[in-house]
């Protein structure tokens, strides 16, 4: 049996140079969220971006003219949703906004980044929290925070 068969694949890429991303800790992380999620077999790929990228993408995609914490695009969604079940998408973080954040929110940036990581992988998997019933917010918030209690222990 081939052992690269059925292995997620993990793309991470870091197109911003204010903050340090650990590339390593990011790829443990999202191991452990899929595994946690029966994704496990998933491709998905992270980008890490500055406000002035995430603005852009926010507006074009969005059209909201502001730079946000994180962004998703689904490859399961749309017209062409499902064509490969494995590719799940991409997540774009704004590493700028996710440090603004965890300051405000008196979390560490590697809890932020954890947090921003399952919000958008969840968005990915078809939870909602936008444009959606209050349960299935409610939904979306509940799985949040089950998933960041698990993930975010310390290693």
């Known amino acids: 049996m081939d052992s690269k068969k059925n292995q997620m694949k993990i793309l991470i890429a870091n197109q911003q140079k204010l903050i340090k991303i650990d590339r ?39 059209k909201r003219d502001k730079p946000t914490n994180v962004l998703s695009f689904s490859l399961q969604e749309g017209e062409y949703g499902g064509i490969n079940a494995g590719l799940l998408g991409d997540i774009i973080i704004s590493a700028e906004t996710a440090l603004r954040d965890a300051l405000r929110g008196g979390l560490t940036f590697e809890e932020e980044i954890i947090f921003l990581l399952i919000h958008g992988f969840l968005h990915l998997t078809g939870y909602n929290h936008e444009n959606t019933s209050r349960a299935n917010a409610s939904r979306m918030r509940q799985k949040e925070k089950e998933l960041f209690r698990l993930l975010a222990v310390n290693d």
Not at 36 to 61: G, M
Request: charged residues 30%.
């Open 24 to 62: 390593r800790k990011i790829r443990q992380t999202m191991i452990r969220l899929m595994k946690a999620t029966d994704c496990a077999s998933a491709e998905i790929s992270i980008t890490f971006v500055d406000d002035a990228a995430i603005r852009i993408l926010n507006r074009e995609y969005l």
